[in-house]
């Protein structure tokens, strides 16, 4: 069954700690990206991906980290550094540049 | 800067109405633009691009470059259009730079 997975689909966390979001796809895309979805804000760019062991910096990097080791994996990590965690965030794939984007069902984070 | 507005964040409209949502952007080069949706628990899904100028569920929309315009429009609204819809531009030099930027999103409200 081929998609765009991230897990987990709600996760808690405690000021001051790191977390990483898992974003992972089978269908063999080379870009990948990670959005934040808050309402009233519709999806703002925080990372994102054309290439292995490369990645740009969106509209609001600041306090997550990603990596790509892999073509098919694209994990972020929400760190300490992010003054406000709590939000829905998006992972999405598609083939090449200016292609359609495919999403998975969103990671719910919430910062207790 | 890339940018795209859409200005309305709520359109209501009645069954059997005309929809048109409204979607702008800013981009100094020849961008891709997409329409995607998202209906209540399921995923952010491409609804249409305008490459393809097809007609997908009924809604059309036409690449406006000299008003720098990407408008959504359906003659007859039903209820199943209810929903989220977001505006995409992507851009940027090909290669590691293109990504993909987004709206902030209209809710599409059809009245009985």
Redesign the interface.
Known sequence: DGGITQSPKYLFRKEGQNVTLSCEQNLNHD?M?W?RQDP??????IY?S??VN?F?K??IAEGYSVSREKKESFPLTVTSAQKNPTAFY?C?S?IQ?????F????TRLTVV | AQRVTQPEKLLSVFKGAPVELKCNYSYSGSPELFWYVQYSRQRLQLLLRHISRESIKGFTADLNKGETSFHLKKPFAQEEDSAMYYCALSGGPRGRDDKIIFGKGTRLHILP
């Open positions: 870009a990206y959005y009233g804000q519709g999806l703002r760019l994102y054309q290439i490369d740009q969106g509209d998006l999405a598609s540049d200016r292609a359609e984007a999403f998975g069902q969103g």
